[in-house]
């Protein structure tokens, strides 16, 4: 019912820069939460950036100042744009909607991305 695609990522030096985005698509009848989280092998996935609809942006507190996170709501979109990359940004970054469907606009739904790989070598 619900695809997000997410593009972007790779590999980058310390200090350097990349940018994220994520497209949702399907039978969506609003957006409420737009966001990304990263993995790494044996830790839990943890919030890097979301953007609550009406409200602020909220980041975990390691990438404040570095990562922008934006949102681009008629084209169902999110970006990250992240900068001055560090070694310990290295991980496995999903894209996170939670949003309402149409024909089940009564409840939410969270769906996530494939997930895309961002390696920062020191």
């Known amino acids: 019912q619900v695809q997000l695609v997410e593009s972007g990522g790779g590999l980058v030096q310390a200090g350097g820069s990349l940018g994220l985005s994520c497209a949702a698509s399907?039978?969506?009848?609003?957006?409420?939460?737009m966001g990304w989280y990263r993995q790494t092998p044996g830790k839990q996935r943890e919030l890097v950036a979301r953007?609550?609809?009406?409200?602020?942006?909220d980041y975990a507190d390691s990438v404040k100042g570095r990562f922008t996170v934006s949102r681009d709501n008629a084209k169902n979109t999110v970006y990250l744009q992240m900068n001055s990359l560090k070694p310990e940004d290295t991980a496995l970054y999903y894209c996170?909607?939670?949003?309402?469907?149409?024909?089940?606009?009564?409840?939410?739904?969270?769906?996530w991305g494939q997930g895309t790989q961002v390696t920062v070598s020191s």
């Open positions: 996170n909607a939670e949003l309402k469907l149409l024909g089940a606009t009564w409840t939410s739904y969270s769906y």
């Open positions: 953007i609550i609809s009406g409200r602020s942006a």
């Open positions: 399907g039978s969506i009848f609003s957006i409420n939460v």
